[in-house]
């Protein structure tokens, strides 16, 4: 149960990612927006940028985390939590584990985007298949260089591991 400030504060921020959504889509992106905050203070924030950049990867989540990333010189926020204007894609929920916050608070659910034309659920179908039953076609090719990357990292004295 969160106490009486810190609802007051998830309010103000996930009010604040809402708001950058809704702005977004007045400039042409579309309807996300992701704010990453540390100790009260918002660090980075992102909206979509898709359609602006080309790129499919350009999610609100992920343009933040990249931005707080970037911001505090560091590949993980372990000590910061993210407010999405709605409930993350796979894409974004996977890199969001990756960046490691302690806290994810989002709005508007995925059934809720799903209403407005953006239906992750095909994916999540897919993830569940075999590589080989997925609808891109899928091939695994195991030759025998295909260890060499790993094996490259697991001899590498200077690594940082994440």
């Not at 704010?35 to 990867?57: L, Y």
């Not at 992920?62 to 204007?85: G, K």
Request: with cysteine; net charge negative.
């Amino acid at each position: 149960m969160l106490n009486e400030e810190q609802s007051s504060k998830d309010f103000e921020f996930i009010s604040r990612a809402i708001a950058i959504a809704v702005q977004n889509v007045a400039n042409g992106g579309g309807p996300f927006g992701a704010v990453v905050v540390r100790n009260g203070i918002i660090i980075a924030e992102g909206t979509n940028h898709v359609v602006q950049s080309n790129d499919p990867s350009a999610h609100a989540e992920i343009v933040a985390i990249r931005n707080a990333c970037h911001e505090m010189n560091d590949m993980q926020l372990t000590d910061c939590t993210i407010y999405s204007s709605c409930e993350p894609c796979p894409m974004c929920l996977g890199a969001i584990y990756w960046a490691r916050p302690k806290r994810l608070v989002f709005a508007a659910t995925a059934d809720d985007a799903a209403k407005s034309g953006f239906d992750d659920a095909f994916i999540y179908d897919e993830l569940k298949l075999p590589s080989d039953q997925r609808s891109i076609p899928t091939v695994h090719i195991n030759i025998e260089k295909s260890q060499d990357p790993f094996l490259a990292w697991i001899q590498n004295d200077q690594k940082i591991s994440y």
